[in-house]
């Protein structure tokens, strides 16, 4: 899970359980307040019936029964007892409801004056009232259809609001943390683009100085060091193979002109030469070394536009220079988009150079001197797929086939350094395109070129 769905579902969690609580807590305390409020009303009632019984002597029960039966303050499904220090009943309203009571709650009412609880659907209060001539006791019960309705409401309005407010809650979360969070998204997408080709890439920085930009200035600086670090290798590489091709050219040329001169004897000739084949091979590598120090330099980066037949050709034509005895057999995939999928922007040497490198690669792993090439797209991509017929390589050599001085078992008794596909590889990543190696048939090796346009 990424940081930002940590933190929307943390902080939409927090939110969830917070809200809950608070509603939890809001219906309690309402509940025990309409069941205080609601005791109040009882105990009110109560006294005053005994009350009216006590003090105003011309009542009777069937008055007091009229003034309760029309009191503002009449209670829904209301039933009063109220009992003398005998514990006999001197008074019962009129209403049908009915009140479960013992001797025992009478006496715990003398002890503790008053008690208050929940009968099914109704809820009982009662009362001792002491005078100095007779004791009375009162219980009193009905339900609180009004404050029932509140707390229902109260109920469906908490529930709802949490339901409404959470979902709400989830949303803005989300919405609020992926924006805050967006420049680290742009700043993951850069450095995951990062490679030998774009180490000037840099983290634009806000003025606001927050955690975010302090990384991104934190990174620019790194990125620096990097860049300054890896241009002092490159020109390093580049001025020492530069420097090295003099001398060996040199070398090179006296040796050609001693193995020419007809008082050189035989022997001497067959020395000199494997001198020169070991010298050609390091001039070679030298080559190599410069090309690769020179691919990501700025001077190569051109928006020429070239077509990749004519590329091609040219290889071909300079490969049959050097290898004349390899045959190259051609094939083009008829298709309407195929002129525009042909033309290509970028270096053309660096691109010829790429396609010979691939070439020869096919041409001298072959075992029957035989190399098949064929241009085709792909969903508006330019694919140039070149295979041969040889040994494959095992999955472990496949992993590492583009590092460079890598070379497989088939490469014995072949020369070579192994930068060849190294180099193709960073020259195709330059013009943003790659390649990848597969085994198309038994003992056929098929390297695919892919150009995005």
Not at 87 to 100: E, F, R, V
Not at 133 to 140: G, H, P, V
Not at 226 to 235: A, H, V
Request: hydrophobic share 40%; aromatic share 10%; charged share 25%.
């Amino acid at each position: 899970m990424t940081l930002k769905n940590r933190i929307s579902l943390l902080v939409s969690l927090l939110f969830t359980i917070l809200f809950g609580l608070a509603s939890t807590v809001i219906f309690v305390l309402y509940s025990n307040y309409r069941k205080e409020e609601f005791r109040d009303r009882l105990e009110i009632k109560a006294l005053s019936n005994i009350k009216l019984l006590v003090n105003v002597k011309q009542i009777d029960n069937q008055l007091l029964k009229i003034i309760d039966q029309n009191s503002i303050n009449k209670l829904y499904d209301e039933k009063t007892l109220v009992f003398d220090s005998n514990y006999k009943l001197i008074y019962s309203s009129i209403d049908d409801a009915k009140i479960n009571w013992s001797i025992d709650d009478l006496k715990y009412l003398k002890k503790n004056k008053t008690f208050f609880k929940q009968q099914g659907d109704y809820e009982v209060y009662g009362v001792f009232y002491d005078t100095k001539d007779r004791d009375f006791y009162a219980l009193i019960s009905a339900t609180d259809d009004y404050g029932q309705k509140k707390l229902l409401f109260l109920r469906y309005t908490l529930i709802i609001s949490y339901l409404f407010f959470t979902c709400l809650c989830w949303v803005i979360t989300s919405f609020t943390v992926k924006k805050l969070m967006s420049p680290l998204s742009v700043f993951h997408q850069k450095i995951k683009n990062i490679n030998e080709n774009n180490l000037d890439t840099r983290i634009e920085s806000k003025s606001n100085k927050d955690e975010i930009d302090l990384i991104a200035n934190e990174f620019n600086f790194m990125m620096d060091r990097i860049e300054l670090s890896y241009q002092r290798q490159k020109e390093f590489t580049a001025h020492a193979s530069h420097e090295l091709r003099t001398p060996l050219s040199r070398i090179t040329s006296q040796i050609e002109n001693v193995t020419a001169d007809p008082k050189t004897n035989p022997e001497n000739k067959s020395f000199l030469n494997t001198i020169l084949s070991d010298v050609n091979q390091l001039t070679e590598l030298i080559n190599s070394l410069l090309i690769l120090s020179k691919i990501d330099n700025k001077r190569h980066e051109n928006n020429e536009i070239h077509r990749m037949d004519e590329i091609l050709f040219s290889a071909i034509e300079k490969l049959n220079k050097s290898y004349p005895d390899f045959v190259i057999m051609f094939e083009i995939e008829e298709n309407d988009n195929l002129d525009t999928a042909l033309e290509i922007k970028g270096n053309k040497n660096l691109l010829e150079i790429a396609i010979s490198n691939v070439l020869k690669n096919a041409c001298v792993y072959s075992t029957n001197k035989q190399a098949k090439v064929k241009i085709s797209t792909d969903n508006e991509n330019l694919i140039l797929s070149i295979s041969n017929i040889g040994f494959t390589l095992s999955e472990e050599e496949q992993k590492n086939l583009f590092q460079p001085f890598m070379r497989g078992k088939n490469a014995k008794g072949t020369s070579g350094f192994g930068l060849g596909l190294r180099i193709v590889q960073r020259i195709l990543t330059l013009h943003k395109a790659d390649i990848k190696y597969s085994i198309s048939n038994i003992n056929t090796n098929l390297f695919q070129l892919t150009f995005h346009l």
